[in-house]
């Protein structure tokens, strides 16, 4: 498996709290992305990185900032959590771009009650 | 706006059948298509990946088909094992590096 660990696994959190999710990878791979997973709307991208403090936005990123000080990590921060941030978390890295060679994390499960 | 649909959402089959599933998509203008395989509780796993210039690619028991002017693709399964069951994913890169991915079709294999 692609070196690549996201933490926590499973947060639950209060409404208008900040929370960060950390991406942390081992491959020294350029380009870093993170996504959610809801049911009815498949993967959609929120931020990406294509190198240290090179980041830009996806389809849905409002609500959510990024940031990447080191190779290895990627955060995201979601100012204040809404209910409708409820979801599964992806990181995802790869070498190249065009979606080639893509290795993903194992989720991170997060609850805004 | 790209889209893609992957239809049907759920397929229960026997162990050793023979399987296709379906991916559409609205733009053909992609560089390439992948499938991806996910298991409950996991990451994406890329499984195949043809670019738009190739009409397949086989991996084992999975060949992948692409058709990019009427915008579908098929991914085929030979004798189906339970250890297959997950749910499998299509995704096309399209414009701006940008992939989009459909939601899914849930393959449970029984036994």
């Known amino acids: 498996d692609a070196g690549i660990t996201q933490s926590p696994r499973h947060k639950v959190t209060e409404t208008g709290t900040p929370v960060t999710l950390r991406c942390h990878q081992t491959?020294?791979?350029?380009?870093m992305y993170w996504y959610r997973q809801d049911p009815g709307h498949g993967l959609r991208l929120i931020h990406y990185?294509?190198?240290?403090?090179?980041?830009d936005k996806g389809e849905v990123s409002d609500g959510y900032s990024v940031s990447r000080s080191k190779t290895e990590d990627f955060l995201l921060t979601l100012e204040s959590a809404t209910s409708s941030q409820t979801s599964v978390y992806f990181c995802a890295i790869s070498p190249v771009s065009y979606g080639e060679k893509l290795f993903f994390g194992s989720g991170t499960q997060l609850s805004v009650l | 706006k790209q889209e893609v649909t992957q239809i049907p959402a759920a397929l229960s089959v026997p162990e050793g059948e023979n399987l296709v599933l379906n991916c559409s998509f609205t733009?053909?203008?992609?560089?390439?298509l992948q499938w991806f395989r996910q298991d409950p509780g996991k990451g994406l796993t890329s499984l195949l990946l043809i670019q738009s210039s190739q009409r397949e690619q086989t991996s084992g028991r999975l060949n992948a088909s692409l058709d990019k002017s009427s915008g579908r693709s098929t991914l085929y399964i030979a004798a189906s094992q339970p250890g297959d069951s997950a749910t499998y994913l299509c995704a096309v890169t399209g414009g701006g590096n940008k992939l989009t991915f459909g939601t899914g079709t849930q393959l449970k294999v029984e036994l």
């Open positions: 491959e020294n791979h350029r380009y």
């Open positions: 990185s294509y190198g240290v403090k090179d980041t």
């Open positions: 733009d053909s203008a992609i560089y390439n």
